[in-house]
């Protein structure tokens, strides 16, 4: 049956070939989040194997698997990213007549990372053995992958490791290789199967090795992870002393956010939740991105109403719009604001990454859009990130939404904070995948750094997830409420703090250095 399977994916062509890979794409899509079915991976990473070698088999070289690849891709971004579609569907009469060009625009846009991985492998090592095939694709697909969080502004979103975010165990391998390596250790595991089928190996050795890398590998990487999370809770130690957080999620839609009818009752609903009762009285309060329509930097009449929520001692951190001025031209920022009890503005970071075409249009001018989020004109990005020295709290690196997601870019270079804080407005995303897959990536940063994250999500997810990735509390979508939470301690630097992306692109030049040596090793025999 697995002979049949495979010969069936060799022999495909034309529109059955297409189908197939789209097909195969869609299922590793199924291994992410908000799914989660990690197996998912195995048949569509052996079948993507199968399917180059059919290229191969054929004479085919770079065009072929660049299209074969490509379609794999389309599939599993189209499934992967389909809630690109739900930011359009905000302003539906403005922005809805998108959707058609987006949603395969952008997955087609992403495909083309999986195509030129897949198009290398065929022309270099078309012709060597499953294993060096194997090895090859993993460490090119992981290249690609890391080529795609830096390019174009870079959309580092659904990488194969986040396939473990579930098993938080396993998740503790990115301490040391980054999610990215981790993302290149699951294809190995995913797609050596395709050795089963390989004429040059005894069925024994076949199945032996098939299974080492299938089952042993992931096996060992959870064992090891269990090993260094030490299998317990949090004792008391593992905390900040001192410091009680709590995180506001007030559940505002994103059609009702910027409705000038409902403004005051924006803010008023945030003072209320921040004053609502609960076990402990907080010294910190924090609330989401953008949290109410209001520039709270400039508009002194609702900073000192919001500065009602601040703790006293303490302060409150909120999202902010903010109006900054240089050279008398005046620029629009999306910023976290530090305001204490006095309605003092203490601390200011302004998002550095911002979103192309939600926050600025890219080829103004040349491209006939205007961005997603209203306003005229687009946001002006800050200088970069920053550690913020926030009284009453060891210091902080703010990420204003989807900065979370680049691996290895959280933190300002040469300095390290206590934490790290995610403010997020993912009622841009929906309800499903949206979210979940956010708050997954988000919550990776947290192993990878060895620094707890803590997140204020206006509809969901907000969290407090400590620096092994264990969510301490959490809101779910949809959800309004306060999360009164301990600040965890922040661990030593780990391996991937300190060496960055140099340890992935170092395990994928090994996996391709093994391959080519196993190839001439083959040619030579």
Same mark, same amino acid.
């Given at each position: 049956?697995? *002979?049949?399977?495979?010969?069936?994916?060799?022999?495909?062509?034309?529109?059955?070939?297409?189908?197939?890979?789209?097909?195969?794409?869609?299922?590793?899509? /199924?291994?992410?989040?908000?799914?989660?079915?990690?197996?998912?991976?195995?048949?569509?990473?052996?079948?993507?194997?199968?399917? %180059?070698?059919?290229?191969?088999?054929?004479?085919?070289?770079?065009?072929?698997?660049?299209?074969?690849?490509?379609?794999?891709?389309?599939?599993?971004?189209?499934?992967?990213?389909?809630?690109?579609?739900?930011?359009?569907?905000?302003?539906?009469?403005?922005?809805? +007549?998108?959707?058609?060009?987006?949603?395969?625009?952008?997955?087609?846009?992403?495909?083309?990372?999986? @195509?030129?991985?897949?198009?290398?492998?065929?022309?270099?090592?078309?012709?060597?053995?499953?294993?060096?095939?194997?090895?090859?694709?993993?460490?090119? +697909?992981? %290249?690609?992958?890391?080529?795609?969080?830096?390019?174009?502004?870079?959309?580092?979103?659904?990488?194969?490791?986040?396939?473990?975010?579930?098993?938080?165990?396993?998740?503790?391998?990115?301490?040391?290789?980054?999610?990215?390596?981790?993302?290149?250790?699951?294809?190995?595991?995913?797609?050596?199967?395709?050795?089963?089928?390989?004429? #040059?190996?005894?069925?024994?050795?076949? +199945?032996?090795? *098939? @299974?080492?890398?299938?089952?042993?590998?992931?096996?060992?990487?959870?064992?090891?992870?269990?090993?260094?999370?030490?299998?317990?809770?949090?004792?008391?130690?593992?905390?900040?002393?001192?410091?009680?957080?709590?995180?506001?999620?007030?559940?505002?839609?994103?059609?009702?956010?910027?409705?000038?009818?409902?403004?005051?009752?924006?803010?008023?609903?945030?003072?209320?939740?921040?004053?609502?009762?609960?076990?402990?009285?907080?010294?910190?309060?924090?609330?989401?991105?953008?949290?109410?329509?209001?520039?709270?930097?400039?508009?002194?009449?609702?900073?000192?109403?919001?500065?009602?929520?601040?703790?006293?001692?303490?302060? %409150? /951190?909120?999202?902010?719009?903010?109006?900054?001025? %240089?050279?008398?031209?005046?620029?629009?920022?999306?910023?976290?604001?530090?305001?204490?009890?006095?309605?003092?503005?203490?601390?200011?970071? #302004?998002?550095?990454? /911002?979103?192309?075409?939600?926050?600025?249009?890219?080829?103004?001018?040349? /491209?006939?859009?205007?961005?997603?989020?209203?306003?005229?004109?687009?946001?002006?990005?800050?200088?970069?990130?920053?550690?913020?020295?926030?009284?009453?709290?060891?210091?902080?690196?703010?990420?204003?939404?989807?900065?979370?997601?680049?691996?290895?870019?959280? !933190?300002?270079?040469?300095?390290?904070?206590?934490?790290?804080?995610?403010?997020?407005?993912?009622?841009?995303?929906?309800?499903?995948?949206?979210?979940?897959?956010?708050?997954?990536?988000?919550?990776?940063?947290?192993?990878?750094?060895?620094?707890?994250?803590?997140?204020?999500?206006?509809?969901?997810?907000?969290?407090?997830?400590?620096?092994?990735?264990?969510?301490?509390?959490?809101?779910?979508?949809?959800?309004?409420?306060?999360?009164?939470?301990?600040?965890?301690?922040?661990?030593?630097?780990?391996?991937?703090?300190?060496?960055? #992306? *140099?340890?992935? !692109?170092?395990?994928?030049?090994?996996?391709?250095?093994?391959?080519?040596?196993?190839?001439?090793?083959?040619?030579?025999?």
């Amino acid at each position: 049956m697995i *002979a049949n399977a495979a010969e069936f994916l060799r022999r495909s062509a034309g529109w059955r070939r297409a189908a197939l890979a789209i097909l195969l794409g869609a299922v590793a899509a /199924l291994a992410l989040p908000p799914f989660h079915i990690v197996p998912a991976l195995v048949p569509a990473f052996t079948g993507l194997v199968w399917l %180059l070698e059919g290229d191969a088999r054929a004479g085919r070289r770079f065009r072929h698997g660049l299209l074969t690849g490509f379609w794999f891709g389309l599939g599993h971004f189209a499934l992967g990213v389909h809630w690109i579609a739900e930011p359009l569907l905000v302003d539906a009469a403005r922005t809805a +007549w998108l959707i058609p060009a987006a949603l395969p625009g952008l997955a087609a846009v992403l495909a083309l990372f999986p @195509a030129f991985s897949c198009a290398v492998l065929v022309r270099w090592w078309g012709g060597a053995s499953v294993a060096a095939r194997v090895f090859a694709l993993a460490g090119l +697909w992981t %290249l690609f992958e890391i080529a795609r969080a830096y390019l174009f502004t870079g959309f580092p979103w659904n990488l194969i490791g986040y396939a473990w975010s579930d098993a938080i165990p396993v998740m503790q391998t990115s301490a040391f290789v980054g999610v990215f390596g981790l993302g290149a250790l699951t294809i190995v595991a995913a797609a050596m199967p395709a050795l089963l089928v390989a004429p #040059d190996m005894s069925a024994g050795r076949r +199945w032996a090795t *098939a @299974a080492l890398a299938t089952i042993v590998l992931p096996a060992l990487l959870w064992a090891g992870g269990a090993a260094r999370m030490g299998g317990g809770g949090q004792a008391d130690g593992d905390f900040v002393a001192d410091v009680r957080l709590r995180i506001v999620q007030a559940n505002i839609a994103q059609r009702d956010k910027w409705n000038p009818d409902l403004r005051a009752g924006h803010l008023d609903r945030h003072l209320a939740l921040s004053a609502a009762p609960g076990d402990a009285a907080p010294t910190h309060v924090i609330w989401p991105e953008t949290a109410v329509p209001f520039l709270l930097a400039n508009d002194v009449l609702a900073r000192v109403r919001a500065a009602q929520a601040a703790p006293p001692g303490g302060a %409150l /951190l909120t999202g902010s719009v903010r109006a900054a001025f %240089l050279g008398g031209v005046r620029q629009v920022r999306n910023a976290m604001l530090v305001i204490d009890g006095q309605a003092d503005v203490r601390r200011v970071y #302004d998002k550095s990454h /911002l979103v192309p075409f939600g926050e600025y249009v890219p080829l103004r001018g040349v /491209l006939p859009v205007e961005r997603i989020v209203p306003g005229q004109g687009d946001f002006v990005p800050g200088d970069g990130r920053a550690v913020l020295d926030v009284p009453g709290l060891p210091a902080v690196t703010p990420l204003i939404c989807y900065e979370a997601i680049f691996p290895g870019r959280v !933190i300002p270079r040469g300095e390290r904070p206590g934490w790290l804080l995610n403010l997020t407005n993912d009622a841009w995303f929906g309800t499903f995948a949206g979210p979940q897959q956010h708050f997954a990536i988000a919550a990776a940063r947290a192993v990878e750094e060895g620094l707890p994250m803590v997140r204020a999500a206006n509809t969901g997810i907000s969290a407090v997830v400590d620096p092994y990735g264990r969510v301490i509390a959490r809101l779910g979508v949809g959800e309004a409420g306060v999360l009164d939470a301990r600040l965890p301690h922040a661990l030593e630097p780990t391996v991937y703090a300190r060496w960055g #992306d *140099a340890v992935p !692109i170092i395990l994928s030049l090994l996996f391709l250095g093994g391959a080519a040596w196993a190839s001439r090793r083959r040619e030579s025999a």
